[in-house]
């Protein structure tokens, strides 16, 4: 396709747009005061962030000129919100880490990576990355207390979300069991788990659970807080599993029962692959609501990037510009999230086309609720 006729594509939608937002009286008054409400938001925060900001010097710079944004704070503090306590010297190895679990997280999110070997290189990178952040073997060790900022909530998103994926299928395979008491466990784990925010089950994880322990053995505050949000993604995304084997139709297990198959087999390549095609979109939702959930660790002592934003902006050099630092920490939010919802309506797409070995030509279902039992 020539680029003049890709112009003339491009114009001809932005024609027909327009055409439809002007086509009726009512659709032209809507449309004219949609523009005028959005440049009214628009213009005043472009003139502060862009037009009056300061982008260098220090905070008597940014005071002198107290209309714009203050990105000169950023520029100063983006090591210390990045990366927290790490010590400055060493930052380029919460860096390293950060990049192998997004290099893991952007090979789970590819259909062609999802074979044994992915097992595998999840193990690998994780130890690889826990080594680089910590130190040893001729790295300084540099303990979790000091670690923070935008490393830490990618791990303990990655990892819980990683980590609680199996645990939430066994337990809706256990809700859905006829012995009693695998359903009845189950049951209340995800019940127990769902009735409770994230702050208590990590209150309970890092505060609690060590006084049961023997006198003498501790373990670490960060391993703590990962195996609480493992756990608490476990039940979310245990309920969003069940909602998915009860769309399956029950024929779909007796056809691979007849076929000679075992239980596991059909369950692992018939009815589990057409139930997670179809909750897909509630997995986005649970993984986006992980996302931004982290900053809750602040309680138990440890730092993402929300709370390492907030304490630099606490600096006595820098005081009265938090606007910048959450500005900052929320446009990190915001592209990571964003990258999540437009990765799910890709694979969205991609999971309704035809399917040979599955002959599934069903559409994702855009709704998990489950049917009355």
Not at 206 to 217: N, Q, S, T, Y
Request: charged share 15%.
């Amino acid at each position: 396709m020539s680029d003049h006729t890709v112009r003339r594509t491009r114009w001809s939608a932005v024609r027909d747009l327009l055409r439809a937002c002007f086509a009726t009286p009512s659709a032209a008054i809507v449309t004219i005061i949609a523009i005028a409400l959005a440049a009214a938001a628009v213009i005043p925060i472009a003139r502060w962030a862009l037009v009056n900001a300061t982008w260098f010097g220090d905070a008597t710079d940014c005071r002198r000129a107290a209309t714009g944004a203050c990105w000169a704070f950023v520029r100063h503090k983006a090591g210390f919100i990045l990366f927290g306590l790490y010590p400055a010297a060493q930052r380029w190895r919460p860096g390293i880490a950060a990049a192998i679990l997004v290099a893991l997280v952007v090979c789970t999110a590819m259909p062609r990576c999802w074979t044994r070997w992915l097992l595998a290189a999840w193990a690998l990178g994780l130890t690889v990355a826990v080594f680089v952040m910590r130190g040893g073997l001729g790295l300084g060790v540099v303990p979790t207390q000091q670690w923070g900022g935008l490393p830490v909530t990618i791990m303990l998103t990655a990892i819980g979300l990683a980590g609680g994926f199996p645990l939430g299928i066994a337990l809706a395979l256990g809700r859905r069991s006829r012995r009693p008491v695998p359903r009845a466990t189950a049951t209340a784990i995800v019940e127990v788990v769902r009735g409770v925010p994230l702050i208590a089950v990590l209150y309970v994880a890092v505060l609690v659970f060590p006084l049961a322990l023997p006198a003498g053995l501790s373990v670490d505050k960060l391993f703590l807080a990962q195996a609480a949000v493992i756990v608490f993604a476990s039940a979310y995304l245990a309920e969003a599993v069940r909602s998915g084997l009860q769309l399956v139709p029950p024929r779909r297990l007796d056809a691979g029962l007849a076929l000679g198959l075992g239980w596991w087999q059909t369950m692992q390549r018939i009815v589990l692959p057409e139930a997670l095609r179809t909750v897909l979109p509630s997995f986005i939702s649970i993984a986006v609501g992980f996302f931004q959930d982290t900053s809750l660790i602040v309680i138990i002592g440890l730092f993402d990037l929300l709370n390492t934003a907030r304490s630099a902006a606490q600096d006595p050099n820098w005081l009265g510009f938090f606007t910048e630092a959450f500005v900052f920490a929320g446009a990190i939010y915001f592209c990571g999230s964003a990258a999540l919802s437009r990765y799910g309506l890709w694979l969205e797409r991609r999971m309704a086309r035809v399917d040979p070995a599955m002959r599934v030509t069903r559409p994702l279902s855009l709704s998990v609720a489950a049917p009355p039992e």
